[in-house]
């Protein structure tokens, strides 16, 4: 099987087995990352895509504050199926997609804030990273925001069973730079469901043009 099939049957394993509130990225706290979209300035009407979303709990949160124009997308049609019964289908456009060979997202108009909390860490071949920010680059609009959270240099370097590439700011900086001023970013510590700590590096960049 090619390593998209395989990808889509892993994160589908992990979704259907497991309880979202166990998972080893969910989230209680989405302080470090409503921090950056209120620092953005953007209005509650702003198309925001949430790549690698699994079922986030940051879709609620956003609709909770008033936000009308949201995309999920992951490579897991199952995550996004949670996500959609407990939301409600209506209130969030879901794209199934591989953001490392996209079809569907290639065709999707440009956005105002791209979110990516823990997904490019995943793609630790540079092929993939490199078809990851083409596609960001292509998909955020003139003066538009990208938040990018992933594991810190100190972070782990696996999770779920799959190796991962860790980010400092300086290297996303470098990835982005052509097109995208650096904003803000600090360091943040996840604490899983677990108890156990996970470093990460949060940023913010803002699109130059």
Known sequence: MNKEIDLNKHWNNVYSNNLEEKLGWYE???????????KSGLNTSA????VGAG???????????????????????????????????EKVECIVDDLTNPTKLKK????????????????????DQDTYFNLLSSKVKSNGFVLIAEFNLNGATVCSGLPVHRYSKEMLNEKLKN???????????????????????????????
């Open 47 to 50: 198309k925001i895509l949430n």
């Open 55 to 89: 079922s986030t709990t940051l879709i609620d949160e956003l609709l909770k504050k008033g936000y009308s124009n949201l995309i999920a997308t992951d490579l897991s049609e199952i995550a996004l199926k949670n996500l959609e019964n407990r939301i409600g289908n």
């Open 108 to 127: 999707l108009a440009p956005v105002d804030l791209w979110v990516d909390r823990a997904v490019l860490h995943f793609f630790t071949k540079n092929q």
């Open 179 to 209: 097109n995208f001023d650096l904003i803000e970013s600090f360091d943040y510590t996840y604490i899983m469901p677990s108890g156990a700590e996970r470093p990460y590096i949060y940023t913010l960049f803002k699109k130059k043009y």
């Open 28 to 38: 209680t706290d989405l302080a470090p990352t409503l921090k950056l979209i209120s």
